[in-house]
């Protein structure tokens, strides 16, 4: 008899591991790379270099300002390999990326960097005309993921590499097993997870506190063979419904605080209100569907584009001419040295998305940014030079104000008003 129950016991605690369930994964906000360079005072010279480098490469005019980590502050904890190695990763539902920085990761600079005047030591610092090369541009300060310290690593042949200048990247490919979340919270176990080894980075990761990219967007857009950790739950089966939801909480400017919550496999009842609506996607590649109008003060157009989740841009992106007249509207002006419009801290902008037959509005207290110096950002962005016709990217202001559930199965991305 208490053999018999001894089996049972087992066999129920293996059933608990394979039937699928639901996770909750805490959202950390810490301070961007912009808050922090902004704080200092080096962001206009760290505009500069970055827009010399993304002269480098073969893009596409407007792909890299659609894909943009400086502004990235919602972070995750996830873990690799056995035992547990952990990494701090950005949540970013606009891609399919999914690496972290490797033991052989060496980081690499500017173009500038390369000339003689700038080899490292003392000669970079008299003579070197950019004085960032002369810091030491590497992963010191990262987690890095050490496959000989695993025993469930499975090496790979094969490289990956990403072009988005200036975010650049590439490295090896590996598979292990993956959890979703801190060691020892309740955590979404993915083994076989194909990742990429970051062997070098480019400057929006260097002198960063973030590890590395979670993307959860369709595995078709992944670089090489890397499969995005929510994309193999799916396949295995792993999560009750094949879906996720995510909620970002407001919390003003405060940094390392709680930032909100991703909920596997369910919808967030929680955080989130019932569904306004459900929209079907162009494409499984991207959280991509149709915006309809966009209305702000007295500006209203049927833009007629596709809208896009991201929650790794702190900006709502929207094509230039559109995202001129709105700033105008409330009396926002660019700044060409910050690459922002500044906005009067007092104004209180709205903008109305049209998605389907639902209109979002995304209120003044998620558009005003505060920042070091006490003045004001307008967050938009003006996305240029897009050759495929026009995209909106509803990035952190949208994510703020509405709860976003994003369906694998029925392939469609749900609204839900946050309980923020």
């Known amino acids: 008899m208490v053999k018999m129950k001894s089996c049972l016991i087992v066999l129920l605690a293996i059933l608990a591991s394979v039937l699928p369930h639901v996770y ?45 980590y400086d502004g990235a502050e919602y972070v995750v904890e996830i873990t690799l390999g056995t035992p547990e190695q952990k990494f701090k990763v950005i949540v970013d539902t606009g891609s399919a990326n999914f690496y972290v920085p490797d033991t052989s990761c060496s980081g690499y600079k500017s173009k500038t960097c390369t000339i003689s005047e700038c080899d490292a030591g003392l000669v970079c610092k008299v003579f070197c005309p950019d004085q960032t090369c002369c810091r030491k541009a590497n992963c010191n300060k990262k987690h890095l993921f050490n496959a000989t310290a695993s025993t469930t690593y ?113 919808v967030d009842t929680e955080h989130c209100g019932p569904i306004m609506a459900y929209e079907s996607l162009t494409t499984p590649t991207h959280w991509q569907f149709k915006l309809v109008a966009a209305t702000s003060g007295n500006f209203n157009m049927n833009v007629n584009c596709r809208a896009r989740s991201d929650t790794a841009s702190s900006f709502i992106g929207a094509p230039a001419t559109e995202a001129d007249a709105i700033a ?48 004001c950002a307008l967050a938009l962005k003006a996305l240029s030079g897009q050759k495929f016709g026009s995209i909106w990217t509803l990035g952190i202001p949208f994510h703020r104000q509405f709860c976003t559930i994003h369906d694998f199965a029925q392939e469609r991305i749900g609204f839900a008003k946050s309980k923020n």
Request: aromatic share 6%.
């Open 154 to 266: 499975v090496k790979l042949e094969g490289k990956w590499s990403i072009k988005y200048p200036p975010l650049d990247a590439e490295g090896l490919l590996g598979n292990d097993t993956v959890r979703l979340g801190a060691s020892g919270s309740t955590q979404p176990i993915i083994p076989g997870t194909v990742f990429g080894r970051a062997t070098r980075f480019s400057a929006p990761f260097i002198d960063s506190e973030i590890d590395g990219v979670l993307g959860l967007a369709f595995p078709v857009i992944a670089p090489s063979r890397i499969t995005p950790p929510i994309s193999r739950a799916v396949q295995l089966n792993l999560l009750d419904e094949p879906l996720f939801t995510v909620y970002l909480k407001h919390s003003s400017d405060q940094t390392d605080t709680d930032g909100g919550v991703i909920t596997y496999g369910a």
């Open 328 to 375: 105008r509207e409330h009396k926002a002006t660019w700044n060409e040295h910050l690459q922002h419009y500044v906005i009067d801290c007092d104004a209180k902008p709205t903008i109305m998305l049209k998605i389907g037959k639902q209109n979002y509005t995304i209120q003044s207290e998620n558009l005003v940014l505060q920042l070091p110096d006490g003045s």
């Open 24 to 68: 909750r994964m805490p959202i950390r906000k810490i301070e961007s790379k912009r808050e922090k360079l902004l704080r200092l005072g080096l962001w206009s010279t760290y505009v500069k270099e970055k827009a010399v480098d993304s002269l480098d490469g073969d893009l596409l005019p407007g792909v890299s300002q659609v894909i943009d």
